[in-house]
Nanobody, 115 residues
Framework: QVQLVESGGGLVQPGGSLRLSCATS????????VGWHRQAPGKQRELVAR???????DYADSVKGRFTISRDNAKNTVYLQMNNLNPEDTAVYYC?????????WGKGTLVTVSS
């Protein structure tokens, strides 16, 4: 089992920044990748960014150049730095870990971008 706990969400003005954290614990040696997903009201959940165990990263086109995913192996924590936020980024952000698929999920943290 793998446990994931997100933190760092909140209210931010358009153009602002937030950093989300995903603390992982449990059988993390079996994990291939950790990803940040988001679900906006009335929309399907989408993958925003992911980082593999070897450090490779991928981003959704909508966040490229604005969001950066990174990891601190000593702290077993994955971060999502979000810059130049806009109202369309408002969503619940979930951290998930993959072995074969996205097998483990956190409970999410709400990000609201509004003036």
């Amino acid at each position: 089992q793998v446990q994931l706990v997100e933190s760092g969400g909140g209210l931010v003005q358009p153009g602002g920044s937030l950093r989300l954290s995903c603390a992982t614990s449990g059988s993390i040696f079996s994990i291939y990748a950790v990803g940040w997903h988001r679900q906006a009201p009335g929309k399907q959940r989408e993958l925003v960014a992911r980082i593999t165990s070897s450090g490779g990263t991928d981003y959704a086109d909508s966040v490229k150049g604005r969001f950066t995913i990174s990891r601190d192996n000593a702290k077993n924590t994955v971060y999502l730095q979000m810059n130049n936020l806009n109202p369309e980024d408002t969503a619940v952000y979930y951290c998930a870990a993959a072995r074969l698929g996205w097998d483990y999920w956190g409970k999410g943290t709400l990000v609201t971008v509004s003036s």
